[in-house]
Nanobody, 124 residues
Framework: QVTLVESGGGLVQAGDSLKLTCSVSSRTFNSYAIAWFRQAPGKEREFVAA????????DYADSVKGRSAISRDYAKDTVDLQMNNLKTQDTGIYYC?????????????????WGQGTQVTVSS
């Protein structure tokens, strides 16, 4: 079974940085695309970033493009999301997820395994 566990969230001030980590337990770690989504209270889950099979392809939502970086750590079987210059709009529960699709996508409905989420709160 594939298990995803997020960590690294917390309470920070606007302009600070956080590194979120998605720990992946899988026999085929590099066979799946992994994405980060977030959900604020009362809002729909939204795409944040994704890394394709391997680590050569990435995708970022416009809201975080230029200040976020997603990467795979092959030694630790993790997918990290480095977020810099955090904004209050970044507040939410962050989830990592796995898709079986060949290509990365931004639709949460196409991801079949999810972590429990980690809370990120950005104060002004």
């Amino acid at each position: 079974q594939v298990t995803l566990v997020e960590s690294g969230g917390g309470l920070v001030q606007a302009g600070d940085s956080l590194k979120l980590t998605c720990s992946v337990s899988s026999r085929t770690f590099n066979s799946y695309a992994i994405a980060w989504f977030r959900q604020a209270p009362g809002k729909e889950r939204e795409f944040v970033a994704a890394v394709g099979r391997g680590s050569s392809t990435t995708d970022y939502a416009d809201s975080v493009k230029g200040r976020s970086a997603i990467s795979r750590d092959y030694a630790k079987d993790t997918v990290d999301l480095q977020m810099n210059n955090l904004k209050t709009q970044d507040t939410g529960i962050y989830y990592c997820a796995r898709t079986r699709r060949t290509l990365m996508n931004r639709n949460p409905e196409l991801y079949d395994v999810w972590g429990q989420g980690t809370q990120v709160t950005v104060s002004s």
